[in-house]
């Protein structure tokens, strides 16, 4: 019995063992777990200094010497380039420095704004823990009216005048109802393709643009936004317009070469194309050089025949181009009765 008894307190004492390791293995694993939990995300931090070209004739020496002075009490937004939402705001210190830390990655816009100043801004690609230095120079407001100027530029654009389909990457970008406080010869513009990772160079106001679009055929989409003189930015205005650079092509028409038909029968003048799908299809029906149907989305034209040789041209179309075909037919004139 003694053995038996020694036995078992051997097992249970081994049982005992087990679960303790194992509560300590869960345990360790909920605390490795809860410390993957609270890991941070890496910090975007974006710094610099706001400057002021102010001078006078008795500092420019100290100009020379220790750089231009900080403007305190500037404001620095980061904004979202395309919708112009505020992700941060920080106003700069007495030294005109300034500090931005977060989350950040993609498309911005660092605005600096500050009184008696022009405003300023410059677009920037911004990628999650990564680290910036961007320092600005303040230009002083020319005149009361650029000063006090907070009103931003409005605007829209047209894509080929508002066209839904297009053949070709080349495209005009057209301005609309482009309005600001200041005269329009005072605003920039600038233009980005949907998905890429720069805005295009500053240019001077014009009403159309002409502009690359991305290959693929699909849909497109361009923003823009405008800046005046005083440094305001408007929100991006954007326009789409679907790429289609293949044509259709024919698979079958009706009537056939060489037909036969008496005068005054109906001849049903049809066709079938095949296409990608990525712009509508449309038909025209001529004649003898003649258009009978004009564009359409009807594939199919009853043509009353009338004596001779006839030469009749089926055409297809998309955005992506012209298909066409011709055939020759044959009309006999009825012979009249009793002869």
């Keep these: 019995m003694l053995i038996v008894k020694t036995a078992k307190f051997k097992a249970v004492v081994t049982l005992c063992l087990v679960l303790i390791i194992c509560g300590g293995l869960a345990d360790d694993s909920y605390a490795m777990s809860r410390k993957k939990k609270k890991k941070k995300p890496p910090v975007t931090l974006i710094e610099g200094k706001i400057s002021s070209s102010k001078t006078s004739a008795g500092l420019n020496s ?58 300023t801004s410059q677009p920037e690609k911004i990628d999650l823990g990564a680290s910036y230095r961007r320092d600005f120079t303040l230009e002083p407001a020319a005149d009361s009216a650029i000063k006090s100027d907070i009103t931003s530029p409005i605007g829209k654009i047209k894509i080929n005048n508002g066209a839904e389909y297009t053949g070709t990457t080349k495209v005009t970008l057209n301005m609309v109802e482009v309005t600001d406080n200041r005269p329009l010869e005072e605003i920039s513009m600038q233009f980005l393709n949907d998905g890429s990772s720069s805005w295009s160079l500053p240019e001077k106001y014009a009403s159309t643009k002409q502009w690359d679009i991305p290959s693929g055929d699909t849909k497109k989409k361009v923003f823009a936004k405008f800046k005046d003189k005083a440094g305001n930015i408007s929100l991006a205005v954007s326009d789409e317009i679907v790429l289609d650079t293949v044509a259709p092509k024919i698979t079958a028409i ?53 004596a001779g040789v006839h030469r009749i041209k089926i055409e297809v179309r998309d955005a992506g181009g012209t298909a066409g075909q011709e055939v020759e037919v044959c009309v006999y004139r009825q012979p009249v009765k009793g002869q």
């Design 62 to 119: 100290l100009r020379y010497l220790f750089g231009p002075s900080g403007v305190g009490g500037a404001v620095v937004k980061l904004s979202d380039s395309v919708t112009g939402k505020d992700a941060a705001v920080v106003p700069t210190g007495s030294d005109g420095s300034y500090r931005i830390s977060g989350s950040y990655s993609g498309l911005y816009d660092i605005k600096v704004s500050a009184s008696g100043y022009n405003n």
């Design 254 to 306: 009706a009537p056939k070469d060489a037909s036969i038909y008496n005068e005054a029968e109906a001849v049903n003048i049809s066709v079938t194309a095949k296409d990608t799908d990525v712009s509508p299809i449309e038909y025209q029906f001529s004649v003898d050089a003649v258009v009978k149907q004009a564009w359409s989305n009807k594939n199919s034209y009853n043509w009353s025949a009338q």
